[in-house]
């Protein structure tokens, strides 16, 4: 770490409790996986500390919504936007779900009845990394649950759908794989041994068992303060108006991508989905050019005496990766904003394993840059 960021390390505020505490604050965090999500606690302290009632937050990389959700749990109002059309189906069904179960149910049932009315789909046109995921049935059936969500813009059952889809355990739809990044796990539990992990997966006692689980404690979300959630990349951002301040985590360098560990749930999304991953080099460039828009597109918005509060990704150790990712986008925000003052450098653990990749290079910290624009 440079010797400005750790001088201005040693002044972290003292009410930091980081990621010690583990509670979170609604089920609806829960809503489905995603790769590289914040601690919900952690960006509840984070906009407690450095946000006040009523401010209007920017999380321009909102992934699965956390700090949006955090944001208008706390009373400010927020502008979500991200590219990955999964991390956006994420964030508005977080913030525009139904307000209560029998609301979703009611939902739920409409959708379901009218899902078996749509034509069934040629599944010789489903690319086979897709179909060797599902019973034919039951692929059929949550491509139709799919395509009825996406007509009816729908994105909380359609985020439901998408949390079930792949695992091993029988409340999910898939033959035995992975949760977090699709892997089937058929070696592991051979179709011969393990005959009814295999056998169809039927959807509304699945959905229905996911909602009875988001609304365990209640999901009341304040819609009149979502100002904004669109999928847009910070590259094309345009506001009518300034913001208090950006909280965000901007893509982790290197480490993780989203478009191929989401890959299974991308697909029904966006059928054009391809089973792949960018070259590195292409990455890291990417990151730069991401860092370079944020500079110039999303900090122009902050009104002056704003924060802008960054969690950054810390120990990336791929080769080509010279720097550190937290000083490297330091040196290009104030670059370009010569009078961004580092208030505060916070280190945190990322203590959850699915965090990261486990083999190469892999974020195991965080650190967060506390930067007020002068
Ligand atoms: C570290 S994740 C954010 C995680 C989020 N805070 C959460 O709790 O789920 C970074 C996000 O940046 C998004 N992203 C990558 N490139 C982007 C770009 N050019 N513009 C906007 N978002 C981008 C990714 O899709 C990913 O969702």
Redesign the pocket.
């Known amino acids: 770490m440079s010797r400005q960021l750790s001088s201005v390390a040693q002044r972290a505020p003292r009410e930091w409790r980081g990621s010690s505490h583990n509670v979170d604050y609604s089920c609806l965090h829960q809503l489905a996986p995603?790769?590289?999500?914040?601690?919900?606690v952690i960006?509840r302290e984070l906009l407690g500390q450095f946000t006040s009632s009523g401010d209007i937050v920017l999380?321009?990389?909102?992934?699965?919504?956390?700090?949006p959700l955090e944001a208008v749990m706390l009373g400010r109002r927020t502008l979500a936007?991200?590219?990955?059309p999964?991390?956006i189906t994420?964030?508005r069904a977080k913030l525009e779900a139904p307000p209560t179960l029998e609301a979703a149910n009611e939902q739920l049932a409409q959708r379901l009845l009218d899902s078996q009315r749509r034509p069934r789909c040629d599944q010789r046109t489903i690319p086979l990394w897709v179909r060797k995921f599902f019973h034919p049935k039951t692929l059929q059936n949550a491509v139709r649950f799919a395509d009825e969500c996406i007509e009816k813009d729908d994105p909380f059952l359609l985020a439901c759908l998408l949390s079930i889809l792949h695992h091993q355990r029988p409340g999910f739809l898939s033959y035995p794989s992975s949760h977090l990044v699709p892997y089937l796990r058929d070696r592991k539990f051979p179709r011969v041994e393990y005959p009814e992990m295999y056998t169809e997966r039927e959807l509304a006692p699945r959905l229905a068992a996911k909602l009875a689980r988001t609304y365990k404690h209640g999901a009341k979300v304040n819609r009149s303060k979502v100002l904004q959630i669109a999928q847009?990349?910070?590259?094309?951002?345009k506001l009518d108006f300034e913001v208090d301040a950006i909280v965000?985590?901007?893509?982790?360098m290197n480490a993780?991508d989203?478009?191929r560990d989401n890959r299974l749930r991308m697909w029904f999304l966006d059928r054009s989905t391809v089973d792949y991953s960018p070259e590195p080099t292409e990455r890291q460039m990417?990151s730069d050019?991401?860092t370079a828009?944020?500079a110039s597109n999303a900090l122009r918005y902050l009104r002056k005496g704003g924060h802008c509060v960054l969690?950054v990704?810390e120990t990336v150790l791929r080769k080509r990766v010279k720097t550190h990712p937290a000083e490297r986008m330091l040196a290009r925000l104030t670059a370009e904003y010569p009078k961004l003052r580092v208030e505060h450098v916070i280190r945190d653990k990322i203590p959850d394993v699915r965090r990261s990749r486990r083999t190469e290079g892999a974020t195991k910290r965080e650190l967060v840059l506390v930067l007020k624009k002068g």
């Open positions: 995603y790769i590289g999500k914040l601690k919900p960006a999380d321009c990389f909102s992934g699965s919504g956390t700090i936007f991200d590219t990955n999964y991390a994420l964030t847009v990349g910070v590259a094309d951002l965000t985590s901007p893509p982790y993780l989203y478009v990417q050019a991401i828009a944020f969690v990704g």
